[in-house]
Nanobody
Framework: QVQLAESGGGLVQAGGSLSLSCAAS????????MGWFRQAPGKERDFVAA????????EYADSVKGRFTISRDNAKNTAYLQMKDLKPEDTAVYYC?????????????????WGQGTQVTVSS
């Protein structure tokens, strides 16, 4: 069992930056793929970014490429999502997730463990 807790959300103006953190506890997560997803009101939960255990392989949704950066520190059991040049359409609840497999995944059903989510609101 892995417990995940996100932090770092908030309100920011368009063009601003935010950094999210995801602290993992329980089973070691160093071998798990970690991902970030987001869900806006009335919409489905969408993939944002994912990173393999080594940090070498990373995937991003087209909508955030060049603006968001995913990273992880296995020694601290923490994953991060750095967001810059934020847009109003980035407004959503952001969820951290962990796979039990070591291969990359971009679909929500591929992730077994989820955090409670943190709200990110970007004002225009």
């Amino acid at each position: 069992q892995v417990q995940l807790a996100e932090s770092g959300g908030g309100l920011v103006q368009a063009g601003g930056s935010l950094s999210l953190s995801c602290a993992a506890s329980g089973r070691t997560f160093s071998r798990n793929v970690m991902g970030w997803f987001r869900q806006a009101p009335g919409k489905e939960r969408d993939f944002v970014a994912a990173i393999t255990w080594s940090g070498i392989s990373r995937e991003y949704a087209d909508s955030v490429k060049g603006r968001f950066t995913i990273s992880r520190d296995n020694a601290k059991n923490t994953a991060y999502l750095q967001m810059k040049d934020l847009k109003p359409e980035d407004t959503a609840v952001y969820y951290c997730a962990a796979r039990t497999a070591v291969s990359m995944g971009t679909m929500s059903y591929q992730y077994a463990y989820w955090g409670q989510g943190t709200q990110v609101t970007v004002s225009s």
